[in-house]
């Protein structure tokens, strides 16, 4: 999943189990770009599972900088990554579509027209919030 400074999604896929993250990124911003977003990306921020060389090579390709980002040391406690942590807040809210908790896909295709459902229930929600004048974030900084 993608999503933008706020945590609101902007993109989502599901791929096989068995994709590399490297792939998996790279599809990302290949849906991305067909849906005219990679024109507003200046910084795409993926996890340590993507390689270095995978970064530089997406970076180049995609015409965005993309930094690879997570803790250097191994500790064994949860420590939260400075605005890598609005992924795991889009995880949350997407965990509340009983839908995608419920159900186990036969085709990716299928568990990601789930997905894209759920993304747009969010910024539906999202959205309703708003326009009712309530502040979109409150105090996420």
């Given amino acids: 999943m993608a999503v933008d400074v706020t945590g609101l999604p902007i993109g989502a896929l599901v791929v096989p189990a068995s994709t590399h993250e490297n792939r998996a990124s790279e599809l990302m911003l290949e849906h991305l770009t067909g849906q005219g977003a990679t024109g507003r ?3 795409v921020l993926v996890d340590r599972g993507v390689t270095a060389a995978a970064a530089r090579t997406l ?3 995609y015409d965005v900088e993309v930094r690879r980002v997570g803790w250097d040391d191994k500790q064994p406690v949860f420590r939260p ?3 890598v942590w609005r992924v795991e807040v889009a995880h949350g809210r997407l965990g509340r579509s009983r839908r995608l908790a419920k ?3 036969n085709t990716t295709a299928s568990a990601t027209g ?3 459902v759920a993304c747009i229930a969010t910024m539906l929600r999202h ?3 708003t326009r009712r004048g309530r502040p979109m974030l409150a105090n996420a900084a």
């Fill in 103 to 105: 159900s186990f896909e």
């Fill in 114 to 116: 789930r997905l894209q």
């Fill in 59 to 61: 970076g180049g390709l």
């Fill in 41 to 43: 990306l200046e910084l």
């Fill in 81 to 83: 990554i400075q605005h």
């Fill in 127 to 129: 959205i309703s919030r």
